[in-house]
Every structure is written in C-alpha cells, then in structure tokens.
C-alpha cells in the first residue's frame, strides 16, 4: 500500500499551458516532500522540494504548494514547454527512507 | 564525478537463473538504495545501507539480498529469479538521511525474467 497517492496518472498539456499534479500522504511524521523528474531512459533527478514549515516553494517555473492541514501537496508547472514532458513523481520522508507516490507522465504538445 | 554508476544495463535470465547487479558511486556518499520500478507503481525501495558493512530492509526486500562492503559499492543480488522480478531497478546515493538529502539516482538496469 502506498504511503503516497499520486494523481493523475497521466495528463497532456499545450505549450505555455500550466501542469498541475497533486498528491497526498497519511503519515504526520513526514517532513520532508520532494519531487523527482524523470526523462525516458534516465533515472529520476530531484527537481524541488518543500518542508512543512513554508506553504510554498518556487523555483523558477515550478512551484509546490503545500497544506499540511490536509495532508497534501502539489506541483505546478506553469509556461509548460516540451522539454517539461517527462514523468514526475512526488515523495515524502520523515526518516532514512523515501516513500514515492505511483507518478506522472507529463506530455507537452507544441 | 560519474556520480552513480550501475552495471549492467540490460539483462535477461531464465527463472531460477541468479545474478549480481553492481551499483558504484564515486561522490563519498553514507547512504545508498535499491529501488524497483514498475508501471504504475512507481519507485519502490528493497534495501538500503546506511553505511559501509550495514544493510536494511526496504519496503519489498523478499527475494533479493544486498551487501555493501566497500562505501562506494551497492551490490544487489538474485539468488533465483522470478518473472515477478522483472523490472527496471535503480540505484541512488545521499550523503545524509533520506529526509535532509538528495538522492541521486543511476541510469538503470532493466531486467527480464523469462
């Protein structure tokens, strides 16, 4: 059972569009909540991550919102480009290990 | 740096075939894992070490084993494959906890049990 739930499993975006992703968590000893990308081929690479200290992160075009009252979290990804299309996954750890939500694939249209 | 490094790339066993896949980093990092990654499913991890000489369970560790006994090596091992066990894994390493670090991620070794 994943500790994580990701949603959606998939979406299709036009160029300049923005992307939204959001996922959820139980446990209330989470504290940290990164997100990873992942190119085809590749192995996932951290793109941005929040703690539950701060309601927001931005880094350049990507952005987390996070409500730790509802246990939840998001990315944004505005000014989508095609080079954004990639598979996103959030993930959350309140210890020595990371719990990954199931994923995103992110597809950009020209 | 060429950060983490996994061998080999591809592979294809017969079930109850075994083999050792090798994860090396070169960033003098405490922490290392072993993720599965299935469609759908996302990154599951199956072992990881904490150190040089420690092991830990993940979240899916039956039929694999691991050993680190040099800081910059992983090794994950089969001892008698499965269909089940088809997948691509990856390697990471942090050099701190999973909650204050970056892991960063090997390029993968895609598995195929037959």
């Known amino acids: 059972q994943q500790q994580v739930k990701q949603s959606p499993q998939s979406l299709i975006v036009q160029k300049g569009g923005i992307s939204i992703i959001n996922c959820a968590y139980e446990?209330?000893?989470?504290?940290?909540f990164p997100w990873y990308q992942q190119f085809p081929g590749k192995g996932p690479a951290l793109l941005i991550a929040i703690r539950p200290d701060v309601s927001e992160k931005k880094e350049g075009r990507f952005t987390i919102s996070f409500n730790k009252s509802a246990k939840q979290f998001s990315l944004h990804i505005m000014d989508s480009q095609p080079g954004d299309s990639a598979t996103y996954f959030c993930a959350a750890s309140g210890n020595d290990k990371l719990s990954f939500g199931a994923g995103t694939t992110v597809t950009v249209r020209a | 740096n060429a950060g983490v490094t996994q061998t080999p790339k591809f592979r294809v066993l017969k079930t109850g075939q075994s083999m050792t896949l090798l994860c090396a980093q070169d960033m003098n990092h405490e922490y290392m894992y072993w993720y599965r990654q299935d469609p759908g499913m996302g990154l599951r991890l199956i072992h990881y070490s904490v150190g040089e000489g420690t092991t830990a369970k993940g979240e899916v560790p039956d039929g694999y084993n691991v050993s680190r006994l040099k800081k910059q090596n992983f090794l994950l091992g089969l001892e008698s494959a499965a269909p089940s066990q088809t997948s691509v894994y990856f390697c990471a390493s942090s050099l701190g906890l999973a909650g204050v670090s970056e892991q960063f991620f090997g390029p993968g070794t895609r598995l195929t049990v037959l």
């Open positions: 446990n209330t000893a989470f504290d940290y």
